[in-house]
C-alpha cells in the first residue's frame, strides 16, 4: 500500500486512491466486502486522518467562487441516497458539491475511535466505501468535489452552528412525518438482516404459532440470502461483531450549508422536504423586489422536468462528458451570474421577464435532448443497488422547484461567522437562489 503522507495535496482524489489502494476497489464488490478486514479498517482512518489533520487550511481546500454552477447538497448523505441526490440532478448544475461523510478520527474520543476500534464500524466503513465507489467516476471527472466538514478543524466555528441551529428549530425541530419520509428508517430496517439465524428461527415461531421446520428453514435462507445480496451489510452477524456505530447524515445543519454557500458562491439544493422548508424560511422577502422573480419561479414549478433515476453511474457521467443539456446548464448559469450579481433593482423586472421567455425555448430544447438520452438508456445494462432494472424507470418526471427571494437567502450571524472565522473580506453576503427536487409533485 502507498504511505499514508503521500498525498499532500489533500483533495478528493486523495480519499479515491486511498480507499482504493487499501480495500482492493478494483476487485469485483464481492471481494472487496469480505476483505474489509478491522486491519484494513483502521489504516484506511489512519490515511483519513493524515490527509486531514486538525491543522489543516480548510478554506484553501473549499473552491472559489467563479461562474461554474456551483450546487451544495443539502440532504440526506447515503450510498443509496447517491443514485437520487447526485445523478438526478447531474444534468442541472456544472459541479456538485458533498460534505464528505468519512469521520475524522483526529476529532472523535478514543472510545468511539475507528483506528482504536475499527471492529465498531464494520457496517459504516462498508456503506461509505461503497458510497465513495459510487461517486469515484463523478470525482475523476470533476463533476463531484468532496468538501472537510470545516466544524472539523475549527471547533467554535462548529458550536456556533450548533447553537444557532437550536435556536432557530426550538425543541422540536423534526415532525413524525419528516421521520417517516427520512431514508434513515430503510436503514435501520436492512440492519434486521444482521441478526444471526437463531433470532429468526425465535421470531417466527413467536410469531406464526404452529410454523413447521421447512418453514422456518426457509425463512432463515431467504434472510440470509438477503443480507447475502446486500452491498452494504457485511458478511459476518451482529453476534459476530463489537456493538455498530451507524449514522444518518444531511451534510451540514442550514447554517453551515449557508456559510458554505457564501463562502464558495454555491447554491443549496435538496430533495428532503423538511430541509427546503428550513432553507425557504432563511428567505429573505422584505427586499423591495421580492415578487420580481416570482413570475419565473412560478413558470418553473408549472412545468415537468425530468431526472435520471438509479441508472448506472458511468452512465450517467458519460452523459455529461457528452455535454447532454447543456443549453439548459448554460442557461441556468446566466440566470446564477444575474441573480449572484445583485442586479440593478431597476432592471430586475425586465431580466426576470426575460428570462421567464427564455425559459420555454430552453426547456423545450431540453425535452428533445431527453429523447435522445431515452434511445441512449436502452442500449445500457441498468444496474441498480438493488439489483437490475429495466429502462423504463430510469427516467422519472418531477418537480423543480426554483426559489429567488428578493433579498436572497441568509440568516443573522452567518456573514460574521464568515468574517471571524474565514478571515476573508470578499464574500456573499446572501445565497441568491435555491432549489428543491421533489418528485411527489408533477402535473
Known sequence: HRDLHSFPTRRSSDLIA????????????????????????????????????????????????????????????????????????????????????????????????????????????LRLVYHLRILAPWIAAGLVTLIPDPGDFDRKL????????????????????????????????????????????????????????????ELVGYMEKRRAENPLLPNDTLDKMPGQMTALRMGANLEMGL????????????????????????????????????????????????????????????????????????????LWGTVDGEPDPAKSESLARDFKDELAGEYAKAQGEWSEIDKDLMKWAIPAIGGTIHAASAILAGHYGLAIPGGGFGLNGVNELIQAHMKRSAFRKKTPLSVFIDLDKKK
Open 18 to 125: 486511498g480507499a482504493a489502494d487499501i480495500f482492493n476497489l478494483n476487485k469485483p464488490w464481492d471481494t472487496v466486502k469480505s476483505g474489509m478486514s478491522d486491519a484494513r479498517i483502521s489504516k484506511f482512518y489512519q490515511f483519513i486522518a493524515g490527509i486531514w489533520p486538525t491543522d489543516t487550511d480548510y478554506l484553501g481546500l473549499l473552491p472559489k467562487p467563479d461562474s461554474t454552477l456551483r450546487a451544495l447538497y443539502l440532504g440526506e448523505n447515503d450510498p443509496e441516497m447517491m443514485l437520487q441526490n447526485v445523478f438526478r440532478f447531474s444534468l442541472y448544475a456544472d459541479e456538485i458539491i458533498l460534505v464528505n461523510p468519512f469521520d475524522n478520527p483526529n476529532v472523535m474520543a478514543e472510545k468511539y475511535n475507528p483506528i482504536v476500534h475499527p471492529g465498531e464500524w464494520r457496517v459504516q466503513t
Open 158 to 217: 462548529r458550536e456556533k452552528t450548533w447553537d444557532m441551529a437550536q435556536k432557530r428549530l426550538g425543541p422540536n425541530p423534526v415532525s413524525k412525518e419528516d421521520v417517516e419520509a427520512s431514508f434513515g428508517r430503510q436503514k435501520a430496517s436492512d440492519l434486521f438482516y444482521l441478526s444471526p439465524p437463531e433470532y429468526f428461527v425465535r421470531m417466527a415461531k413467536e410469531a406464526i404459532p404452529g410454523i413447521s421446520e421447512k418453514e422456518v428453514s
Open 259 to 334: 456559510f458554505l454557500c457564501q463562502t464558495m458562491g454555491a447554491f443549496p439544493y435538496t430533495n428532503v422536504r423538511f430541509r427546503w422548508k428550513e432553507i425557504l424560511g432563511a428567505a429573505d422577502q422584505l427586499d423591495s423586489g421580492a415578487q420580481v422573480w416570482t413570475p419565473l419561479t412560478n413558470a418553473f414549478s408549472n412545468l415537468d422536468f425530468k431526472f435520471l433515476n438509479n441508472v448506472d453511474s458511468n452512465f450517467a457521467v458519460a452523459m455529461r462528458k457528452e455535454g447532454r443539456l447543456e443549453g439548459f446548464r448554460a442557461y441556468m448559469r446566466k
